[in-house]
């Protein structure tokens, strides 16, 4: 030890004043006595921790490194922990900018130690990066406060909230009772961790429906889901059709992501979560604002227009730049015939903007006063400090001037006749009768004239770069300096959102959806940079960063909210689970798993994937038919004696096509009494019809390949009785899915389709069914609920779902009282949806549990699997009759 304080007592001069140096070589000699190793490391590094930590925290450091001492294979103590600890801290505690906090990182690792050594080493690894997330070192001592209580009790808790907590707070913002919102979030966790370890864990790891629930009561702006069904109520009594509300994706850009309209005019997008105001009731005002205007598009025609009655402009805009005979695809292709086509493509959004709110203020007298304070809040001139030329100053002019700003304060003197110029020719697009048609006419004759006007200052005779990428119009590029563009294009308000000239087309028909975008959400197609193009070229040096700032508070904040609450955010509004489409036939969808030990659903925790079954030998079908064909036929004459008859014959009704005979003789009976005879006289022959639809959800895990004493497996009964009732179910005409389920673990349950309810019974099915093994494990509770997805979307009466099985849900940890109780919760969720469950399971000794699993739903026990065949039909039979 003598030796190693030699070596690096020149160092430690530089760091250590010589009067300090023997209390912490003090320390030193004491890690010596417990082992020599640790001692001489400790000399070593003190080097490097003398400058960020002082004398005082020293001891509290040791102790967290002897903390993580740990016995070995033999028993013996392991120091390689502590060893490392050692080396590697005094960077880490280096890169905590505040002195202050150090301490309290320490202090919160040591206590965590003592629980779990290996969460103690991950939370010094990762403190500097989560606390440099926090605004300010006040909002990261609290949290690692906070942090402190939870490590008291469980370490996994812990560090989820350590993890999650900055994302809390972010997620918060500024707001005056931003402190008060994060607390009451914090206390909400503790109630948990007071009766459940694992569910506080869930909690603040934001995996439970509980905690999602208290994450949205501590937002302080408006989540779009909380609004959605007033804003589709709204939007449908504006535009008068039925329009779809789903949100925008959470994205990190420059600039945020804006409402959107579907090119067929069924979907808007707007925002997951708003909190530009201080107020409740005013973020409502600006989201139905947002989708008053998007509503407007789609009422007054924005993208009803086609080219084709455009022709005269084409050819204008053709023998006017010597573009030769062209015929554009779009709008966009027509905008990039221009010299400069960012700049006639603003002309439009302006104009076109400015006509749609026109007819909303004159439409709609309410919405005029929201309106007007919105745009008059949003006004936010691009700085000409960042270099401002002059048709990016006459461009900007236009668009304040569309919003009723006054011409003094919206125009510079420099440009007053210019612009008045200019402003007078787009008077047009603000009368009652303006089309879209004649805004995009007036575009083209405003930007001649600004052509016009321009040319002795030489701004309009160089055009814009060519894009090598046709496509690049509609997207936009994401800056100006990336092209060499001398056309910097707007920044539009933020109420206003996306517009995509690519929507309109040459032979566009009203209504349906644009090649390029089909089976894309609004909110898809911004995320991948199809929707829209106002921010196309949006410069953040342009607008002198003041708008995108205003714009990032609308949205949300300027950072992407954490997944799961994104989530949160945006699933209600669907209502449906989120689907993703991962293939050709594939989809992934997630699904939410009730947790009986934290008495609460792990949000999004189960992903299964549909995809159709593989296709196989259709033999083992053809000979369950040849073997059982006599079964076939009465099974057929029976189940078609189930069907109803065309008419039923209602007697006693008060009007209809024949006279009721017998209630006519009573009423003359009744006359002649003295009574007032009854005037119910008639017969009625009303249609009766059979209205089911039934989804039999198969489990085909590894369990189905156990062989019966005949030499089958289970699975071989189970398709034969598949067979068997499909024949059944066509004679009698019900709506009817096969599916399949297994999978391994909880991101890979496997979901196939055998045959979906719209799909005839053929080949194709045959051969599926055919193809169907014994795969791997069974997860039931997803797999019910993605079935009970799919009978929702269907329209009967009747929704059965049958589930037949041979044993227990096991995957991996998916186990015992877990997943009975999960199997329970989604078989209970069918109910609720208002469909009928009715288990089948192929387990003589079931009955231990199935009374628990299935709870109130009905179930049978086959006890021999070879009779499954010939019962299933009949069960089936007992369900819908």
């Not at 590094?45 to 001492?69: E, H, N, T, Y």
């Not at 607008?543 to 205003?550: L, M």
Request: glycine share 8%; hydrophobic share 40%.
């Amino acid at each position: 030890m003598t030796l190693e304080y030699l070596r690096t007592a020149p160092l430690l001069l530089d760091v250590i004043p010589a009067e300090q140096l023997q209390p912490w070589l003090e320390i030193g000699v004491e890690l010596t006595q417990i082992d020599v190793v640790v001692g001489l490391e400790y000399i070593r590094q003190l080097a490097a921790i003398a400058p960020v930590l002082p004398l005082s925290d020293v001891r509290q450091w040791v102790g967290f490194g002897m903390k993580l001492i740990q016995p070995n294979a033999i028993g013996n103590p392991d120091y390689l922990g502590t060893l490392e600890f050692l080396r590697t801290s005094p960077a880490i505690l280096g890169d905590l900018e505040h002195a202050a906090l150090r301490p309290k990182v320490l202090s919160l690792g040591a206590v965590l130690a003592e629980h779990s050594p290996e969460s103690a080493i991950a939370w010094l690894a990762e403190a500097p990066a989560l606390l440099r997330t926090l605004s300010s070192v006040e909002w990261q001592l609290k949290v690692v406060q906070y942090g402190g209580l939870i490590a008291e009790r469980d370490a996994a808790a812990t560090l989820a909230y350590l993890r999650r907590g900055p994302e809390i707070v972010a997620m918060i913002g500024v707001s005056p009772d931003a402190v008060a919102r994060f607390e009451n979030w914090f206390k909400a966790g503790m109630e948990v961790l007071a009766y459940s370890v694992e569910g506080a864990r869930a909690y603040f790891g934001l995996e439970s429906q509980r905690a999602l629930a208290s994450v949205e009561q501590a937002l302080s702006g408006v989540p779009l889901r909380q609004v959605a069904r007033t804003i589709k109520l709204f939007v449908q009594g504006l535009c008068g059709s039925d329009v779809q509300i789903q949100a925008l994706p959470d994205a990190v850009t420059a600039v945020p992501a804006r409402a959107t309209v579907s090119a067929d005019g069924r979907t808007i997008a707007l925002p997951a979560l708003l909190r530009r105001y201080p107020t409740y009731d005013e973020n409502v005002r600006l989201y139905l604002v947002m989708a008053a205007h998007e509503a407007g598009h789609i009422e007054f025609g924005t993208y009803r227009l086609t080219l084709d009655s455009l022709q005269d402009v084409v050819t204008a805009v053709c023998d006017r730049y010597g573009r030769g005979v062209q015929h554009p695809a779009s709008l966009a292709a027509l905008f990039r015939l221009y010299p400069h086509p960012r700049l006639i493509q603003d002309l439009w959004i302006v104009l076109e903007d400015a006509r749609v709110e026109a007819h909303l203020q004159r439409e709609y007298p309410g919405l005029q006063r929201d309106l007007q304070r919105v745009a008059g809040e949003a006004v936010t001139p691009r700085d000409p400090a960042h270099g401002l030329t002059v048709k990016e100053l006459l461009v900007d002019c236009l668009l304040r001037l569309s919003t009723g700003e006054s011409v003094e304060s919206a125009v510079p003197r420099a440009v007053q006749d210019e612009v008045a110029l200019l402003w007078s020719m787009c008077a047009p697009v603000l009368a009652p009768g303006a089309s879209a048609e004649d805004t995009l006419r007036l575009v083209h004759a405003v930007y001649v004239r600004m052509e016009e006007l321009l040319q002795p200052k030489a701004e309009m005779i160089q055009g814009d770069p060519v894009q090598d990428n046709p496509e690049e119009l509609g997207v936009g590029p994401t800056g100006s300096e990336e092209t060499g563009d001398p056309y910097r294009p707007m920044t539009n308000w933020v109420y206003r959102g996306e517009m995509n000239p690519e929507f309109i087309s040459r032979d566009q028909v009203p209504g349906q959806k644009d090649t390029d975008t089909e089976g894309q959400t609004p909110g898809e197609r911004v995320a991948s940079g199809g929707g829209g193009s106002k921010e196309q070229g949006g410069d953040q040096k342009s607008s002198g960063g003041a708008r995108h700032e205003t714009m990032s508070e609308v949205m949300g904040g300027g950072r992407a909210l954490p997944a799961v609450v994104d989530e949160l955010l945006v699933l209600p509004v669907e209502e449906r689970p989120l689907a993703e489409v991962a293939g050709a036939g594939v989809k992934r969808i997630r699904y939410p798993e009730w947790d009986v030990t934290i008495q609460d659903y792990r949000v999004q925790w189960c992903q299964v994937v549909e995809q159709p079954a593989e296709s196989g030998s259709d033999d083992a079908v053809m000979a369950a038919l040849t073997t059982h064909r006599s079964a076939v036929k009465s099974l057929r004459r029976f189940f078609e004696s189930l069907r109803p008859p065309a008419f039923r014959r209602t007697a006693g009704q008060a009007d209809g096509e024949d006279l009721d005979i017998d209630a006519l003789v009573r009423r003359v009976a009744e006359q002649q009494a003295g009574m007032e005879g009854s005037d119910r006289i008639y017969v009625r022959h009303e249609k009766k019809e059979r209205d089911v639809a039934v989804a039999f959800l198969m489990d085909v895990s590894g369990s189905t390949s156990r062989q019966l004493e005949s030499g089958r497996r289970v699975i071989d009964i189970e398709k034969e009785s598949l067979v068997l009732l499909c024949e059944a179910l066509e004679a009698v005409g019900d709506q009817y899915a096969v599916y399949a389920y297994s999978g391994q673990g909880r991101a890979q349950v496997e979901f196939s389709i055998v045959k979906e309810f719209d799909e005839p019974l053929g080949h194709a099915t045959a051969h599926r069914l055919g193809g169907l093994v014994p795969r791997q494990q069974n997860r039931d509770g997803a797999a019910i609920r993605h079935a009970t997805a799919k009978l929702r979307a269907c329209e009967a009466r009747t929704k059965l779902l049958v589930l037949v099985s041979d044993g227990r849900p096991l995957d991996g940890d998916y186990k015992d009282d877990y997943s009975l109780e999960d199997t329970k919760a989604a078989l209970r969720e069918a109910r609720q949806a208002g469909i009928d469950p009715f288990c089948v399971t192929i387990d003589a000794a079931a009955d231990a549990y199935l009374r628990r699993m299935y709870g109130d739903v009905r179930f049978a026990v086959i006890d021999r699997v070879e009779s499954l065949p010939a019962r299933l039909p009949r069960i089936y039979q007992r369900l819908t009759t």
